[in-house]
């Protein structure tokens, strides 16, 4: 197994009229070939801003990125060019993503062209090659985005990403508009492309279920702070920080005959705006002591399971 | 001989009888073969068509369905807020603690939207008013369906705003200042401001975090104990059904696929889009690789399907399942569903 992506503390602040913002502060993972790593956090947590900062749609304030072993960081104009064939992005909202006027063929088109790897004649075989791999029927082909429902949208959208034939896609949200129906055609076309095109995932979402089945690996984020990254399983049979355990609590479970024991987070949450040192969660977090508030180390509690809490060993191991 | 096995069904048809009668009187909204339509460039679409609901007082109902079954369209016709010029009610009946909502007057429905029966909307964004405060918007409930003061008013709505979690304090903020979580807490604390007995949450909690989530439920759940309020709760989260109703009411294009209680529907699933949707979950304790969608499409509202709605997508179906309409057939008591291969 090789390392696809990996960060290292990577940072991203935004200037605001208050202060500087940081929705991404210190975060460090490794994205392996192939597999899926799962962000999970609530709104604002900065999931989406680590996603766009990693294929450069926003540049970091810090830290590095490390593409199959090169580091990107920061790439010229040309670079970048090259490097945005091999790193693809979904959002949530395919309408949105979709220029209204444009008919399914000629959106399909249109990223195929970009790529200046097909001639004129290649494109209309290429359309239907890439229409099939998601799954869209050739009758379609002239349908706009209005007249589609919000599977197919994203499925168009899927085709788009793939047109350049990329190594590396971030799904933001990809399947939150969608219903659980059509949520599950889609999170098993991206599976299926996944496995026959070797793609490796950073998969962003709030629904903890949906990231349980598609990932490999999770990352938990809490106020722009990594709090615990972990193999799939073991984070949700064996959490070790406090916010991972209050969140995976306020799941509802389709579970009728065990009630659930959800630990209830009092407290608002603290401002990102110029933020004190140390753990973010401490306002909310009972198990707060005073090391809490010291900037908060990295520690590898069980192999590949990560923890950014200074009790963790000791209330868990 | 004869005259024996006549009285016999006589009895069994007074039980029968009396067993319908109590559960009448359980009822407390009861919808009766409801049929809403919206036309739109011409087209007619059905989007509830046929829908047969009953509350009990005090409880919470589910109503389970995807994006346009016809879940809010059932909400709004019992508020009476469907759109005047696009929408009609071409039948049924909707009779919330004896009176028929349907043949009142414009102005004594006024009398019953938020003091007797209140809604909850999904976009807390949406149903706050960006330029008046959370104190005054609260109070404005209050005032309008009690004589009293505007001091009355506004120490009522500082009240409900700490029943809710919120300082009284923040009485005086604008929607802008307060987080998502706390909007919704205050379109809440509006909703329940004059003691609803009958709540209509429509997706309240769709556009909150999950851990926000679990407190807005939580502090329903509370309000509604304290206050006996009943409740319809809209969601497509059968997680959110699971963990808050007692009863549910499966909807497929506009129509009642499946009810019963909570453990009819989740024990024993019988409908096969009930099944359907059960299959296509992601379940964080299982380590199926692949999951179960539900072939096709929801069907186009202008043109529904002839026999079972649902046929088009379904493993079961057999030829006879697209003709003639399918009945709702009650398979253990209380427990309806709406299938032919399913059998009583």
Redesign the interface.
Known sequence: MSALLETQNLKKYFKTSRGLLHAVDDVTFTIQKGKTMGIVG??GCGKSTLGRTLIHLLESTGGRIRFEGRDITSVSRRELKKLREEMQIIFQDPFSSLNPRYTVEKAIQEALRLTGRYSPSQIPKETDRLMELVGIDQRLRTSYPHEL???RRQRVVIARALAPNPKFIVCDEPVSAL???????V??LL?DLQENMGLTYLFIT?D???V???SDDICVMYLGQMVETSPS?EL?TMPLHPYTK??L????????HTP?E?I??EG??TSPVDPQPGCRFAARCKYVCEACGKPQQLEELRPGHFVSCCRAKELNM | MEELKRSEQLNVKDNVNTKVKLKDQDAFLKINHLVVEYTSEGEVIHAVNDVSLSLRRGKTLGLVG??GAGKTTIAKAVMRILPERSSRIPGGEIEFNGRDILSLSEKQMQKIRGEQVSMIFQDPMTALDPVKTMGQQIAEVVRLHNDVSKKEAAVRAEEMLELVGIPASRAGEYPHQF??GMKQRVVIAIALACRPKLLLADEPTTAL???????V??MINDLKRKLNTSMILIT?????V???CDDVSVIYAGEIVESGT??DI??HPSHPYTI???D??????S????????VG??PNPTDLPTGCRFHPRCPLATEACGQGKVPMKELTSGHFCRCNKRKE
């Open positions: 609530e709104s429902d919000g599977g219903d659980v129906s059509i949520q599950a055609q999170l098993n599976q709030h903890l279920s949906v349980k089945h598609i399983d949700f209050a969140l609590s306020a799941i509802p479970t389709i579970d009728i659930m959800n209830p987070l608002e949450l | 995807e994006t987080s998502g975090d999950v851990t926000i989530q679990a407190q439920l939580r497509h989260d059968l997680g959110v699971a963990q808050n909570k453990e989740f024990d359907g949707l059960f296509a979950l992601p379940k964080l304790d380590g199926a690789s692949r999951l179960k969608p539900i499409l929801p």
